[in-house]
């Protein structure tokens, strides 16, 4: 089924209808963001939800970012992250080589201002997911040239 | 390792899923952005048609369809390929008009609605309504100009979901002057 490719182009359409609904310049770019993030959260909610009805309890932290890097990502966009990192204290770097909603727009780096609101609902994503998992996080990504990106996890500790 | 069990038959659900739920991130984002519901579905129909001229070029480098001869062929393949490769179900094209120039795609579920209750105060709000302007979008693409709209409703209380098509005209293509003629 190509259900990916209609994702993909409702997707953009979700952008391009937050980001003309919303006022330009600094600070509504911000605002855009955070909405998009906030729908993005939502929407990770409810798939985690469904998606770990039937698996195991998590062990800890790193097997539930593990999760998410494998199994969390390749129903998404039908691959896994391609790198973890961590420093095992909260924090974790996700990277994805060729990240799939980047991979419509031009590589390399001319249109990398762009770049943030194509990442915002996919952290969102995460952070819905993790959210669920009983984790409370910050999730922000960041781009040095597509369709590269990466995406940094604070887990807070409560 | 018992976490791998079933997987592969999940994942196709799960990418579904996430096009069913971002969609009903959007229609909440919107219903929250406009007053009224008439206000929505206009919206909702406008970028199913930004998505639907779109699409089909995706459509028909996937499915290697040929041009269709009429209108009832072109139902057919709206039916059995588009909504199958797309949406992953069949509607089953009925009611056609006398003169065969419209007809109705009748959906058994929609995916679209999988997790959706409609509350009460947004009873003129056509849900699914980014379906018509996908529709309208790509078939203007090849040069059809098609009126679309829901007949029926599961979210209504009716029985199934029936969206009726009618062809409008053919569009010429209107080249410029200089292409025209030399």
Sequence with gaps: ?????????????????????????ETENGKNITKLEAMGFR???GLIERFT???????????????????????????QIDNLRTNHQGIYVLQDNSFRLLSQLSAGK???????????????????GLSDLGLKSVVTAEVAGMPACKFQVMIQKV | MSRQ?????????????L???????LVTQLCKDYENDEEVNKQLDKMGYNIGVRLIEDFLARSSVGRCQDFRETADVIAKVAFKMYLGVTPS??????????FSLVLESNPLVDFVELPDNHNVLIYSNLL???LRGALEMVQMAVDVRFAQDTLRGDNVTEIRMKFIKRIEENLPYHIRFF
């Excluded at chain 1, 001319?110 to 819905?128: D, I, M, N, S």
């Design chain 1, 43 to 45: 929407v990770g909610q």
């Design chain 1, 53 to 79: 009805k039937e698996t195991p309890r998590f062990k800890d932290e790193l097997d539930v970012m593990k999760f998410i890097c494998k199994d969390f990502w390749t129903c998404l966009f039908k691959k």
């Design chain 2, 93 to 102: 094209v009925t009611n056609w008009s006398p003169a065969g120039d419209e």
């Design chain 1, 1 to 25: 089924m190509a259900d990916e490719a209609l994702f993909q182009f409702l997707h953009s359409e979700l952008i391009q209808y937050i980001y003309k609904s919303g006022a330009n310049g």
């Design chain 2, 5 to 17: 069990s079933n997987r592969t038959t999940d994942n196709k659900k799960m990418n579904s899923e």
């Design chain 1, 110 to 128: 001319q249109y990398l201002e762009h770049a943030p609101k194509y990442l915002a609902f996919t952290c969102g994503l995460v952070r819905g």
């Design chain 2, 132 to 134: 018509c302007g996908v």
């Design chain 2, 19 to 25: 096009f069913t739920l971002t969609y009903g991130a």
